[in-house]
């Protein structure tokens, strides 16, 4: 079965600081890949970042970066210097190679709330 | 330009009520997508289109019905819908379908009520 967990429904921050999201997933499919999307209260899917299954390094965008441990079966979401913006809700999803058709599956996602 | 379009931002309705939301993209790409999420939720697939063709049905009632007249446009036509459809829909689009490394984007949803 595929499946993405997000154990922690809500997390605070203060502002400046670095927070990680958690994100493990589980396929038996070797080909994969992982996302991370924001979605504020404005309703929204802002794609974040990127994870191949195959990539050796760990993906970063800008203050975003993925923490992939492939053995560990995670890929959690590091947000450095947090900003008032950032706080929204996160959910990481995966894309499986063998599935032709794009299908994404999420995790139940995380709320992030900033404090300044 | 990554942007997805959609209208209408909001819609109410009324059970016997027959509508239509619109999603568009302009970036070539031919996979789009129809979501329902409610609140608090994970957005949840109700259909695929590759190429124009409508490649995953995920169960969905018939009351809604899809409909892609070009690679630019994708339309979900609402019929008598129940009160328990009241959600945001979300439209994304994504390059082919069958890569993985292909984020898909998406519109800004439409908020329906129905009533």
């Known amino acids: 079965a595929q499946k993405i967990t997000q154990t922690q429904p809500g997390m605070f921050v203060q502002e400046k600081e670095a927070v990680t999201l958690d994100c493990t997933y589980d396929t038996s499919d070797p080909s994969y890949g992982l996302f991370w999307y924001k979605q504020p209260s404005s309703g929204e899917m802002i794609f974040l970042i990127y994870q191949g299954s195959y990539d050796q390094q760990n993906a970063t965008e800008g203050r975003y970066s993925l923490n992939f441990q492939k053995a560990r079966k995670s890929a959690n979401l590091v947000i450095s210097a947090s900003q008032l913006g950032d706080s929204a809700m996160y959910f990481c999803a995966m894309r499986r190679r063998s599935s032709n058709t794009g299908k994404l599956i999420f995790g139940q996602g995380t709320t992030l709330q900033v404090k300044p | 330009d990554t942007e997805v379009t959609q209208t209408p931002k909001h819609l109410v309705m009324g059970m016997t009520n027959k509508k239509s939301l619109k999603c568009e993209q302009h970036m070539g790409h031919r996979a789009m997508y129809w979501y329902k999420q409610k609140a608090k939720k994970p957005p949840e697939l109700m259909f695929v289109?590759?190429?124009?063709?409508?490649?995953i049905n995920e169960s969905v009632p018939s009351r809604f019905s899809p409909e892609c007249p070009n690679s630019s446009l994708l339309n979900l036509h609402l019929h008598a819908l129940q009160p328990e459809d009241s959600a945001l829909y979300l439209c994304?689009?994504?390059?082919?379908?069958?890569?993985?490394?292909?984020?898909?984007?998406f519109g800004p949803g439409t908020r329906l009520t129905v009533t």
């Open positions: 994304a689009s994504s390059h082919l379908a069958s890569k993985t490394s292909y984020e898909q984007y």
């Open positions: 289109y590759s190429y124009e063709k409508l490649s």
